[in-house]
């Protein structure tokens, strides 16, 4: 099993509010990434990072931000959650030498 | 925006028989990968391929490279109920590590 936790598992926030949801992995990886996907659909990459201090902005547009302050630690920010953003998000990590890429459990979020 | 386009989108399969699920580029991949995510789950890393012509097994799941590298494909043969799934191709660009999944292929399977 991955060493890759996402918390809160689960989130139902108001409209307005700023949240952030966490992302932690302890395998060392330099390569971190984050993904929106809703029910059944697609996975789309919104940001990624490959060190401390990187990150880029994925394929989809997002209006959330990220920051890796430590090796082991990219969290996913976003200043004033809206209906829209209501989703899961997915947080993956890897190293260079394998290329495989580890998943956590997700994180559902539903703004009101 | 997207680079790598899987058809077909929905695989119904009835139990036994085979399946192929592609990938396609209009350029060139440094390396493709594939996952899987069951239903309520999270991808599942299952093979990455990095040669042209390059071909992998791993059971009834059968991997291969374009030798252009512009496509791949996952051949599952005798398809089981535990296929249930949907299989996701990505690239991983070698220069910037940005990693990109198409839209993927969800399979289900009549008993």
């Known amino acids: 099993e991955a060493d890759i936790y996402q918390t809160p598992r689960y989130l139902v926030i108001g409209t307005g509010k700023k949240i952030t949801l966490e992302c932690s992995q302890t395998m060392g990886h330099d390569k971190m990434y984050w993904y929106q996907q809703d029910p059944g659909m697609e996975l789309h990459l919104i940001h990624y990072?490959?060190?401390?201090?990187?990150?880029e902005k994925g394929d989809l547009s997002s209006e959330s931000t990220v920051s890796r302050i430590r090796t082991e630690h990219f969290p996913l920010t976003l200043e004033s959650a809206r209906p829209s953003h209501t989703s899961q998000y997915l947080c993956?990590?890897?190293?260079?030498?394998?290329?495989?890429?580890?998943f956590g459990q997700g994180t559902r979020l539903t703004v009101v | 925006g997207q680079q790598v386009m899987q058809i077909p989108q929905y695989q119904h399969v009835q139990e036994g028989e085979d399946f192929t699920t592609y990938c396609n580029s209009s350029?060139?991949?440094?390396?493709i990968q594939w996952y899987k995510q069951r239903p309520g789950g999270h991808p599942v890393f299952l093979i990455q391929l990095v040669k042209s012509g390059e071909v992998k097994k791993q059971k009834r799941l059968t991997f291969q490279f374009g030798e252009a590298k512009k496509n791949s494909s996952l051949h599952i043969t005798a398809t089981q109920t535990t296929d249930v799934g949907t299989y996701f191709c990505a690239e991983k660009r070698s220069n910037d590590y940005k990693l990109s999944f198409g839209a993927g292929t969800t399979v289900t399977v009549r008993a």
């Open positions: 993956a990590s890897s190293e260079f030498a394998t290329g495989e890429a580890f």
């Open positions: 990072s490959y060190g401390v201090n990187s990150t």
């Open positions: 350029t060139t991949l440094s390396n």
